[in-house]
């Protein structure tokens, strides 16, 4: 692809109050980012070319991309859904780390393989990513409004970085990102929001 663009879903309720997973709503910061995403899209195509918005099939991406012109298609993936917490979907991180400790000691040790219970590991989520990853490859012109263990992961890949490490990675909030491949590797430009 020429280039393609990235961004977390706006700040959710959950995020406020740091429980993970969930299907929320965007907190009134995070429909402010909403509203803010057409304008730095803009800037960042450098003209008025429609781009093709994927979304996960939770609220919160598809809040995020609710403003964005009528002349971008719009679709939603459930292979682009949040990695699924298991029975630990909703929890803050205290309240895991105090019904499951084992599992949260587990999961700092190993990051990347650790699968919570009942739901999934970020080597699961590589795996689901593929043919998403398939279809940008032969797209142009998408930007893909995420979660923030998905986006590393895509990132990770664009970026030709190691996936055992993406786990780690910080994807800030209300910050579009603009990876664009070239011949010796990956050209990035981020756009963020002050909100
Ligand atoms: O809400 C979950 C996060 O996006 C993923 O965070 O894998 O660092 O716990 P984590």
Known sequence: PRSVWLSRHGESLYNLYGR????????ERGHQYAK???DLVRESVGGDRPLTVWTSTLKRTISTARHLPDNYNQ???KALDELDAGVCDGM????IKDVYPDDFIARDEDKYNYRYRGGESYRDVVIRLEPIIMELER???ILIVTHQAILRCIY?????????KSPWMNVPLHCLIKLTPRAYGTDEVRYQADI
């Open 20 to 27: 993970i997973g969930g299907d929320a709503d965007l907190s």
């Open 36 to 38: 803010r995403l057409p």
């Open 75 to 77: 679709l939603q993936w």
């Open 92 to 95: 803050t991180y205290q309240e």
């Open 139 to 141: 797209s142009e012109d």
């Open 156 to 164: 990770a890949y664009f970026m030709k970085k190691d996936q055992t």
